[in-house]
């Protein structure tokens, strides 16, 4: 177990409210999946070890004769061990389209497992729609954090999703063609005068700016971060 983690929401405190199972009880074997692997990163992360360890780690217990710890679907594995392989790949994208003024260690923990989850589907799985990375990914960020998160989670993936076929090969993005003759003195004395554009982003986020990075979330129930 993780220490200082937030208690989940059982589900017999779901069943309480709204008279049925939990949403993440009722989604699909894919989703369910991508749930254990962002669990399993964010756990990884938390005990500075390697993921692809926990991964071997649950199976073997999940092959004891009375097992505590549920089978490892194999789309959770080859989530954990892709992102585990591409992560420097996937932080620096998940870098490159953050909103001004934030910054990939200051995002809370768990938001950061959720988009390394869904980047690396949108970078490495072509099987997988973008749409669908996104929208799941948007949906785990409902069930971990804040209608704010759900926004700039969005965002992120939304401007990745634009730049794919760049981002898939590795290349740098094209610069906006520029259309004045740069031979003109006057023309150039003017762009010398300009105030430079700044980038477009989503304002906003899961927390304050200024709050350390590592705020734990709390987890829907059944899933592997625990108190």
């Given at each position: 177990m993780?220490a200082g983690?937030?208690?989940a929401?059982?589900?017999k405190?779901?069943?309480?409210?709204?008279?049925r199972?939990?949403?993440?009880?009722?989604?699909?074997?894919?989703?369910r999946a991508r749930?254990?692997?962002v669990?399993i990163?964010f756990?990884?992360?938390?005990?500075d070890v390697?993921?692809?360890a926990?991964?071997?780690?649950?199976?073997?217990?999940?092959?004891?004769p009375?097992?505590?710890v549920?089978p490892?679907?194999?789309?959770?594995?080859?989530?954990?061990?892709?992102?585990a392989?591409?992560?420097?790949r996937?932080?620096?994208?998940?870098?490159?389209y953050?909103?001004?003024?934030?910054?990939?260690?200051r995002?809370?923990?768990?938001?950061?497992?959720?988009?390394r989850v869904?980047?690396?589907?949108l970078?490495f799985?072509q099987d997988?729609?973008?749409?669908?990375a996104?929208?799941?990914?948007?949906?785990?960020?409902g069930?971990?954090?804040?209608?704010?998160?759900?926004?700039?989670v969005?965002?992120?993936l939304?401007?990745?999703?634009?730049?794919?076929d760049?981002?898939?090969?590795?290349e740098?993005?094209?610069?906006a063609?520029?259309?004045l003759d740069?031979g003109?003195p006057?023309?150039?004395?003017d762009?010398h005068?300009?105030?430079?554009?700044?980038?477009?982003?989503?304002?906003g986020?899961?927390?304050?700016?200024?709050?350390p990075?590592?705020?734990?979330?709390?987890a829907p129930?059944?899933?592997?971060i625990?108190?």
């Amino acid at each position: 177990m993780i220490a200082g983690a937030i208690p989940a929401v059982t589900d017999k405190d779901n069943r309480a409210d709204t008279g049925r199972r939990p949403p993440h009880k009722r989604r699909g074997a894919r989703f369910r999946a991508r749930r254990r692997a962002v669990d399993i990163l964010f756990e990884a992360e938390a005990r500075d070890v390697d993921p692809v360890a926990i991964v071997e780690d649950r199976v073997e217990l999940s092959r004891l004769p009375q097992p505590d710890v549920a089978p490892i679907a194999d789309y959770t594995r080859t989530i954990v061990e892709g992102t585990a392989y591409e992560l420097d790949r996937v932080d620096e994208t998940i870098s490159k389209y953050l909103v001004e003024d934030w910054t990939f260690g200051r995002l809370p923990a768990v938001e950061r497992a959720i988009l390394r989850v869904a980047v690396w589907e949108l970078l490495f799985n072509q099987d997988v729609p973008p749409v669908a990375a996104i929208d799941e990914a948007v949906r785990l960020t409902g069930d971990y954090s804040s209608d704010t998160a759900q926004a700039y989670v969005n965002a992120v993936l939304d401007s990745v999703a634009g730049n794919l076929d760049t981002l898939r090969a590795g290349e740098p993005e094209p610069e906006a063609p520029d259309f004045l003759d740069v031979g003109d003195p006057a023309v150039a004395e003017d762009d010398h005068d300009e105030e430079p554009d700044l980038p477009c982003g989503v304002t906003g986020g899961s927390s304050d700016p200024e709050d350390p990075g590592d705020a734990v979330n709390p987890a829907p129930d059944g899933s592997d971060i625990t108190r």
